[in-house]
């Protein structure tokens, strides 16, 4: 498993353009939504930014 940290640099530099499409493929593949959670925590998830 790839692990992908906020504000990392990487080998293309600290804003990678396939850092960003992979942390976005594995978004789209693990949907936090989809994720059992407390009552707290669903409501986290279920947040957008403004």
Not at 18 to 41: G, L, Q, R, S
Request: proline share 8%.
């Amino acid at each position: 498993m790839l692990l992908l940290v906020h504000g990392a640099e990487n080998a293309d530099g600290p804003d990678s353009r396939a850092t960003n499409a992979a942390m976005v493929a594995h978004a789209a593949a693990y949907p936090a939504a989809a994720k059992d959670a407390d009552e707290f925590t669903a409501r986290l998830m279920r947040l957008q930014p403004p």
